[in-house]
């Protein structure tokens, strides 16, 4: 009887301390559930919190990418506009330019003609003075005669100007000599060139561009005969040419400025011409959407450069040079 009260005693207490651990592995499960479940909500608003913050950025940087499209569509809008407008302008300029220098020259003949008539029929029948000014108005008006044909041509390069073609640079180079024969027999200029390539552009305005150069390389030489080498190189996208010379050469501080329309650095009393001709290779050159720049050294001589668009990738290039 005793040993069965022990036994049960015993039991009691074993499942006492039993019921004791329960609760206290209960109690460790519940807060670890408890702590568990703390993490998981907090990392889950943080999660939340830095997405939020994420779609708040993607929000700005899309109204930022938003109003730069809108501030550069109306950029492009506006620009569009001013080339429109720079393009009506410089047709109605081109118009007025062609209108008023043609217009010009039917009055103008009629005061030369009448001019010349009175210095053949009066010269020497009046004092001098009045001979020298006949003589200064006969020949002023023959310059502003040659400056209004200038101003002519150069108004027609944009609009009479003739579709592209393909053009043999070779050909074109015969005919500018050919047409310069005179000045280059009686200056004993010798003109050579390299092989020169096909190129599409306007064949008339290409030649009077290497014509107008070759002129005024003839004109402003040195003592010596004029040396005049023209080439030609390729790179990848254009063909630059050269127009080299040994003349008179030009200021650092005019190079820019010879491609002005009538703009002199000599008096017509020393080298005759309008001050027209390179405004109108340069023009020539830009409606090709090339570019014309010149290299000189005062004194030893110039070089002017031409920059055309290769559009076409044929050329040819022979083995010989020309010398005229």
Not at 233 to 258: H, K, L
Request: aromatic share 8%.
């Amino acid at each position: 009887m005793r040993k069965v009260n022990g036994l049960e005693h015993k039991l009691r207490l074993d499942l006492t301390q039993n019921l004791k651990r329960l609760h206290r592995t209960q109690a460790a499960l519940l807060a670890t559930c408890f702590l568990l479940s703390l993490f998981v909500c907090i990392a889950f608003m943080r999660f939340e919190r830095r997405k939020a913050g994420d779609y708040a950025a993607l929000y700005r940087a899309k109204e930022r990418m938003a109003r730069e499209i809108d501030d550069r569509l109306r950029a492009e809008t506006a620009l569009a506009e001013r080339t429109r407008a720079l393009e009506r302008s410089n047709k109605e300029l081109e118009q007025f330019a062609y209108a008023a220098s043609h217009d010009l020259q039917e009055p103008l003949r009629m005061v030369v003609s009448y001019l010349q008539l009175l210095e053949r029929r009066y010269k020497g029948k009046l004092d001098s003075n009045a001979d020298d000014f006949i003589h200064f108005a006969v020949d002023g008006a023959n310059r502003m005669r040659e400056m209004i044909k200038a101003l002519l041509s150069y108004s027609r390069v944009g609009s009479h100007g003739k579709a592209f073609e393909l053009v043999s640079m070779e050909k074109m180079m015969t005919e500018v000599l050919d047409n310069l024969n005179v000045a280059v027999s009686e200056s004993h200029a010798a003109v050579t060139h390299g092989p020169l390539p096909d190129v599409l552009a306007d064949a008339g305005q290409v030649t009077l561009l290497f014509q107008n150069l070759i002129a005024n390389a003839i004109k402003f030489r040195r003592e010596g005969p004029p040396q005049i080498h023209i080439s030609a190189e390729q790179d990848a996208d254009s063909w630059t040419f050269a127009v080299r010379d040994n003349g008179i050469g030009i200021e650092p501080e005019y190079m820019e400025r010879i491609f002005d329309v009538f703009q002199r650095l000599h008096s017509p009393a020393k080298y005759a011409g309008t001050g027209i001709g390179l405004a109108i290779c340069k023009r020539i050159v830009e409606r090709h959407k090339g570019r014309l720049w010149v290299e000189s050294e005062p004194g030893v001589g110039s070089t002017f450069f031409i920059r055309l668009p290769m559009e076409v990738t044929q050329a040819k290039w022979p083995d010989t040079q020309t010398q005229a």
